[in-house]
């Protein structure tokens, strides 16, 4: 199936908090929430596949450093209203309503859902002097040519920069 983007949504936020690890083992993650401002119910992916963009700075400068997940990558993070590649599945996919004018929040902590630990992995992927941290999360999703609900949303979501810790283990620190 070929890669496409949709636009951000209108009518409809996503919204992104840091959480800290709580339990030993869970891991740190994001508290995520969803408004949908829309006079009709929405239908998301549940569980949700978000992407993750991950950027560093010294406060006058951000750079990218990583991206994981698979539902809605963005094509520029920084971009706030920029584009997203759509993440599409055809099977085995279940769904949240979120009714009109209603907002649904969740955590998402790192041992259920890898994809939201930052791991930069190499040594090119901080520079001395990063002392700052962002995460902006996204979720674009379809089923291709498979049947899906009528108010499947159709268009990407993304929250704002998170600011997140400083990484302890930074061969930059």
Sequence with gaps: MRSHTVAQCRDVSLHAAYLAE?????????LLSIRNDRA????VADPMPLGVDWYAGNGSSWQWRASSGYGGSL????????????YSSATGVSYRTIAP??????PVFSKS???VLY??????????????????????????????PPDLLNCGLRS??????????????
């Design 22 to 30: 709580e339990k030993a083992g869970e891991g740190a993650g994001f």
């Design 40 to 43: 009709s119910a929405i239908e």
């Design 75 to 86: 094509l520029n993070a920084l971009d706030p209203k920029g584009r997203m590649f759509v």
């Design 101 to 106: 004018h209603a907002e649904y929040s969740w």
């Design 113 to 115: 859902s890898p994809n």
């Design 119 to 148: 791991r930069p992995g190499c040594q090119h992927c901080g520079y001395q002097g990063e002392e700052q941290f962002r995460a902006v999360l996204s979720y674009a999703f379809t089923v291709g040519a498979a049947a899906h």
């Design 160 to 173: 704002g920069p998170v600011v997140m810790p400083r990484l302890m283990n930074s061969p930059h620190r």
